[in-house]
């Protein structure tokens, strides 16, 4: 049988569920634990942590690589992170950090090295945003090995990543909008597009909608879920954040263009109720966004007359900003899109609505008016 650790040596190493090894001691009063990426490690660790208990506990570093490191927290993140979210950091590792990193030891990452990256990068043509993706992968993944007491402090804290340039995104008006639904009468994706444009919501929000979801007879719509294409195929997942699970009222053009898509469904002889999705290509499929794109909603915008924009601003960005400009609470809005921040809503969309200032308020305050008109004489 293998020997028990007396009392005051801490407890013998045991190896983690996640492949680490943790050893535990008591200090002041409290249990604390000490990690290596094996048990040998950990017990080195604790014995150093030990030996220093008078005192502030020694960091002893890991000596794993970022390789191995990432290995553990891709397995890690399965189970804390959205798949969408580790599917975009394993890209992201795959094709930039570990080409750069991987057979360098986790504790020999230095903010000159990760510099250098981001400078290497921006020089190999990559748009700022992609850097600052790569930079938020990285900073995370590090942040965890701290958490795990891999590393002592994250050196990503200290570089300067890209400042990236607000983007440019052009709306369309409520006369190119009108035009916009126009077109799109008649067509198979007619409740899609009258859908997106009305009420907002998000594309994995629209295609993941069951006709469960929808009470036509009320005018409501409950988005519940959102439709994630990826690797391995589809998957529906929860929305994009914890305000995203609302309820949203349909204006009459939004109902009666899903009364119009519910019967073209059942002439194509799909289901209509229960769990089977609003939204599905002609075999009864989940609509996959980029052929959507290519082939219905590009030529859409082409036939309208209307600007090569994306579906975001065409749909998103003109409802969030219509119902503004319309003078419907800016707290409702925000909750119809699921925004959990009015001022994030007012911050990335004031610009896009001129008719916001004081509407005369000073001339008439001040008595700008009357001088304005002596002075034209």
């Known amino acids: 049988m293998a020997r028990k650790n007396a009392n005051g040596e801490g407890s013998r190493a045991r190896q983690r569920a996640d492949g680490r090894g943790e050893a535990r001691y008591w200090k002041d009063g409290k249990r604390r634990s000490v990690y290596g990426s094996t048990r040998k490690e950990a017990t080195d660790k604790l014995a150093k942590a030990m030996a220093s208990k008078d005192g502030p506990p020694v960091f002893v570093p890991s000596n794993i690589t970022i390789a191995e490191f990432f290995a553990q927290y ?132 629209l295609t993941g909608l069951f006709w469960s979801d929808l009470e036509l007879d009320r005018g409501v719509m409950r988005i519940q879920r959102s439709l994630i294409n990826g690797y391995g195929g589809h998957t529906f997942d929860t929305p994009k954040t914890r305000g995203s699970r609302r309820s949203v009222g349909l204006s009459k053009l939004a109902v009666e263009a899903l009364k119009r898509h519910r019967k073209r469904q059942l002439d194509e002889g799909l289901s209509v109720e229960g769990d089977a999705l609003v939204f599905t290509n002609s075999i009864g499929k989940t609509i996959h966004a980029s052929n959507f794109i290519r082939r219905d909603f590009k030529p859409l915008l082409k036939k309208a007359g209307l600007p090569n924009t994306n579906w975001q601003a065409a749909t998103r960005h003109t409802c969030t900003c219509i119902l503004l400009l319309e003078g419907v609470n800016p707290k409702s809005v925000a909750m119809q899109m699921g925004w959990s921040s009015v001022a994030f809503m007012l911050e990335n969309y004031a610009r896009f609505l001129p008719g916001w200032g004081d509407n005369g308020v000073m001339d008439v305050a001040l008595g700008g008016l009357p001088r304005l008109r002596q002075e034209s004489f």
Request: glycine share 6%; charged share 35%.
């Open 74 to 205: 891709e397995d890690a993140a399965k189970h804390s992170m959205k798949r969408r979210s580790v599917e975009t950091v394993r890209d992201i590792a795959r094709l930039h950090i570990l080409p750069a990193f991987g057979t360098i030891k986790l504790k020999d990452l230095s903010r000159e090295r990760v510099q250098r990256l981001y400078s290497d990068k921006l020089d190999a043509g990559l748009s700022a945003a992609r850097v600052r993706r790569i930079h938020g992968a990285l900073s995370s993944a590090i942040n965890m090995a701290v958490r795990w007491g891999l590393l002592e402090r994250n050196v990503c804290k200290e570089v300067s990543p890209p400042r990236v340039p607000q983007p440019e995104i052009r709306p369309l008006s409520k006369e190119e909008a009108k035009r916009f639904i126009d077109t799109a009468e008649g067509d198979r994706y007619e409740a899609l597009f009258v859908l997106g444009l009305t009420c907002g919501a998000r594309w994995g929000e």
